[in-house]
């Protein structure tokens, strides 16, 4: 399987997600630069963590409108499986691929800790191979991962069963403990946590890794 | 050249002595003009020149069979094998820090980052040392915890951006910094070992090329400024702070990483402190060519800056780089990939000066060499050492071992720091093997099969009373952190802050600091490869402590680490190297002398090098065979503290009886070192070990769930819930800081 790694200039988690990938999980990896128009011969596209241009004015509001985006997009509408991780996702916000804002956490200072995140579905192909059951040891890092929506979409995404993680002790502030979402088709996910940086022993935890192996065991599937 | 009228008061306003304006003119051949003298004063200052401490810093070890880079340039280089090496170094930002804490430490991280990846390293590990005054002072305690958030925030928030993990450091808290905070910022990268890049100058004729931010007028003087005891005037210097941009930071360390790749990059140097003017000269004068540069064509942020503040700017995020004839277009397109400002600015000549230019006219013409390395060197006269503190003990209360250990855990310098470090981004680069709160961080480095582990130390009170002995137990802490998780050390950098050299008293302090530091260094085998002196740490005629702060930095193959918290009940508790011997003068420097006492006297704890030694081989043997579940160094607080810590994060704790004659306040809180409190199911193996090394690793209880009780021959002293301990423990930072 190739996984295509979105680079914007400020990426700083484009390197981790391509190692727990390529190293970890022996997959192919392709770097794509943000203005790039296409993203080439891929099965899949990880948006990674960072400050994709800085991120001065708004998360994501600049991102959203680089080159790679709109190959993105049509990636994600020809039913191509993207993950959004930390900035990732909230880049996937600003685009209108997923619903909702993150917003400063509650606390309004920036977190970097382990959490417990719970499985909210696992039909979807970046979860299908989790637990319900358990939890799973993931970091977040981030200043702005309050997930806000309103609560007719909130309701929505627990109607078509769309929340994939919820914290198990909520550390910002996001509305109903959700740390990470679907878009209604499931092709199309967006975590603040960051899975790439749970992936091996030496880590202190290897919990991430069943994100990554879910969508393996998708592709192997199609 | 344009006539300036320079006068005796515009030279002391340089912070130049009349004698040093009477070496510039003997040097110049004539009176210098306006730019020069500017061009001068910041080249001379205490900061660039280091013209107190020169002389002294001679006396440390600089080599060994691992440097591949001692002092001299941007940073010390080690070889860790496998073909590559790292970089690091540390580098101080009180001054600018106390009159901007969140832009003044944000632009200290910002500054020590561009000083690694001018080596061609990709930094991989920020820990920074951090001192504040008491953020519980009734007088001074709103502006120390104004201080203190924004030094953290902007160490956050340039380290997170920037993508480079924070994984350690430490912090304190004294009221000799209330109006001096200390902000010491240590960062490590690695590159192959064929592609270090040098701060030099060479090829007549190649171009000398400006990249980066554009040049305002912001930090003007910021080297004269860090040069100088902090006055009520001092405020008012807020315009001398840079801003820093991380972004632009990040941007920049990509393109030049990239653009070293090309091999059309003859030598490259960030623009620190002094901007373009120190980056010009020291590059010619390492080089032992000339450079020209024309102002008109320097990037600028505002229209109509004179040459003098285009020199003297110290805007951030500015590198200087000299290239290959004909290979400039190499250069410029990676920069224009990273949508990076690149432009020549100059050229190298052989004749040795730096020679500046503006509208085509020569504003400044100076010798290179004299310039960066002829400043003068002082030899300043010292006496004994400042200190105040009484020899004798006070009357000690009666021992209260059951309250003393909650205090002791609450107090500012022991309490858990989460508030802080969960600030920092700790994990990006997915390399972070122990973080902030263990023994020492651990970084891999993924390229090969070894892990690097690191160390910042330094104690102020313990250095307050003897300068020789406190500088010698942080070299002694540092290698002992670092041996607790594996590694062997060696090597280490150094940022020495003190008052004013131009004390006797205050430079006594700073000699004997760096004779105790040179001797354990020897000593340790750890080589200082590089780092920083930061004088002048005085505010209204208040000197801080003495307060060398070392970064050890140590070598171990990469394997899950063992950390300090107790995992499972049942498990036998030693304590290696023993229970150490104390008496009530040596007591007077402790956390509880401070905290409980409430008074400072005596002298730092003792120091047996070759018993330290001897401690730190058997533990490295000890963890690196699998033997120890959990190992901890004791230090700040003694033995019962460093119990409290192993508890902590996993609500086990320990039974122990020791058995000793000494009171129980100094048994449980003495500071002695070489001790190391290990937990294991091998307890014949580990004292196997420490008696082969010849030390003794005595068992002194075992663990237990959920509580902590200290025994005396069989009396008990004190017990614990360890949830409480850790209830106090945890939230006393953020009650603090609110």
């Known amino acids: 399987m190739t996984f295509g790694v979105i680079v914007f200039p400020g990426s700083n988690r484009d390197h981790d997600a391509a190692y727990a990938v390529e190293k970890i999980l022996g997959q192919k990896v392709n770097l794509i630069w943000h203005d790039s128009a296409s993203l080439g011969s891929v099965d899949a596209v990880i948006l990674p963590g960072g400050f994709a241009y800085g991120d001065y004015l708004r998360c994501g509001a600049i991102a959203k409108f680089s080159p790679v985006m709109m190959a993105v997009r049509k990636f994600a509408a020809g039913g191509g499986l993207v993950l959004g991780i930390c900035n990732g996702f909230q880049i996937l916000v600003e685009a209108g691929l997923l619903p909702g804002a993150l917003i400063r956490n509650r606390g309004l200072r920036f977190i970097c800790r382990n959490v417990q995140l719970r499985p909210g579905t696992t039909n979807s192909p970046f979860t299908c191979a989790a637990s319900k059951e358990k939890t799973y040891c993931v970091p977040i890092a981030h200043g702005e991962g309050c997930y806000f929506a309103d609560q007719r979409t909130l309701d929505e995404l627990e109607a078509e069963d769309r929340v994939t993680f919820r914290y198990v002790e909520n550390p910002n502030g996001s509305l109903r403990d959700i740390a990470g979402i679907l878009n209604r088709e499931r092709n199309v996910m967006g975590m603040m946590p960051h899975p790439e940086d749970a992936a091996e022993p030496l880590m202190g935890s290897c919990d991430g890794l069943v994100v990554f192996q879910s969508m393996l065991t998708t592709a192997v599937r199609a | ?738």
């Open chain 2, 1 to 738: 050249m344009s006539a300036a009228l320079i006068t005796p008061d515009l030279i002391a306003q340089h912070q130049l002595t009349p004698q040093e304006y009477e070496k510039i003119v003997a040097l110049l051949g004539r009176e210098p003009s306006y730019t020069e003298l500017g061009i001068f004063s910041v080249m001379w200052s205490e900061h660039c020149s280091y013209k107190s401490s020169r002389l002294h810093l001679k006396k440390l070890p600089t080599s060994g069979n691992r440097v591949v880079q001692g002092p001299g340039e941007n940073a010390g280089v080690i070889d860790i094998g496998e073909g590559y090496v790292i970089a690091f170094k540390i580098e101080s930002h009180n001054h600018p820090s106390f009159i901007e804490p969140f832009q003044g430490a944000a632009t200290g991280v910002g500054g020590i980052l561009r000083d690694i990846f001018t080596m061609g390293a990709r930094p991989v590990a920020v820990l920074d040392s951090l001192r504040f005054g008491r953020l519980d002072d009734p007088v001074t305690g709103v502006r120390n915890r104004r201080i203190l958030q924004g030094v953290v925030a902007g160490i956050a928030h340039y380290g997170n951006c920037f993508g480079v993990p924070t994984v350690g450091g430490e912090c304190l808290f004294e009221s000799c910094y209330d109006g001096n905070p200390l902000v010491n910022v240590f960062a490590l990268g690695v590159c192959r070992k064929q592609e270090v890049c040098y701060a030099r100058a060479a090829g007549v004729g190649n171009p000398v090329i400006y990249v980066g931010a554009r040049t305002g007028r912001d930090g003007i003087h910021g080297a004269s400024m860090a040069s100088a005891e902090f006055t009520e005037e001092s405020k008012q210097k807020r315009p001398n702070v840079q801003v820093g941009d991380p972004f632009l930071e990040k941007l920049l360390l990509e393109a030049c990483l990239e653009a070293m790749q090309t091999a059309a990059v003859v030598g490259i140097q960030d623009m620190g402190a002094a901007g373009l003017t120190c980056s010009t000269c020291e590059m010619g004068s390492r080089g032992e060519v000339g450079i020209e540069i024309e102002l008109d064509r320097v990037p600028q942020r505002e229209t109509g800056m004179m040459p003098y503040e285009i020199m003297l700017s110290e805007s951030q995020e500015r590198m200087l780089l000299v290239a290959e004839q004909g290979r400039q277009e190499e250069v410029f397109r990676v920069f224009r990939r990273w949508g990076l400002e690149a432009v020549e600015i100059g050229v190298v000549t052989g004749d040795g000066k730096l020679r500046v230019k503006q509208h085509g006219e020569v504003v400044a013409e100076i010798p290179n060499r004299e310039l960066a390395d002829g400043a003068p060197l002082y030899d300043r006269p010292h006496t004994q050492p400042l200190r105040r503190a009484p020899l004798e003990p006070p009357p000690l209360p009666d021992p209260d071992v059951q309250h003393a250990l909650p205090a002791l855990v609450a107090s500012g310098d022991l309490c858990g720091k989460s508030w802080l470090w969960e600030q920092y981004d700790y994990l990006v680069r997915s390399s972070t093997v122990a973080g902030p709160g263990a023994e020492a961080a651990i970084i891999r480095i993924k390229e090969t099969g070894t892990s690097v582990a690191i160390s910042l130390d330094g104690n102020g009170r313990y250095c307050y009373l003897s300068p020789r002995g406190g500088a010698m137990l942080a070299v002694a802490e540092s290698c002992r952190n670092v041996s607790t998780v594996g590694a062997v050390p060696v090597a280490a950098t150094n940022c020495l802050n003190f008052g004013n050299p131009e004390r006797p008293e205050i430079m006594a302090q700073l000699v004997e600091a760096i004779e105790g530091m040179a001797e354990a260094c020897r000593f340790f085998d750890t080589p200082i490869t590089g780092g920083n002196v930061s004088l002048y740490n005085e505010t209204l005629g208040e000197g801080i402590y003495p307060t060398p702060v070392l970064g050890v930095v140590g070598l171990k193959k990469t394997a899950v680490a063992a950390g300090i918290a107790f995992r499972h009940a049942g498990r036998a508790v030693m304590l290696l190297g023993g229970l150490g011997s104390t008496d009530e003068v040596r007591f007077g420097s402790t956390q509880y002398a401070k905290t409980i006492v409430n008074r400072l006297w005596g002298l730092p704890p003792a120091l047996d090098l070759a018993q330290e030694k001897r401690v730190q081989e058997a533990i490295r043997e000890i963890v690196n065979a699998g033997l120890a579940e959990s190992a901890h160094d004791l230090s700040d607080g003694g033995l019962a503290v460093a119990l409290a810590e192993c508890a902590c994060s996993t609500n086990v704790g320990a039974r122990i009886d020791l058995d000793s004659d000494l009171r129980p306040d100094l048994l449980l809180f003495h500071e002695g070192p070489s001790r190391v409190l290990v937990s294991t199911t091998k307890s014949d193996a580990v004292a196997a070990i420490a008696w082969r090394h010849g030390t003794e690793a005595p068992v002194i209880g075992v663990t237990i769930e959920k509580e902590i009780e200290i025994r005396q021959k069989g009396r008990v002293l004190g017990r614990w819930q360890v949830a409480s301990l850790k209830a106090v423990y945890d939230d006393a930072l953020e009650s603090h800081v609110r």
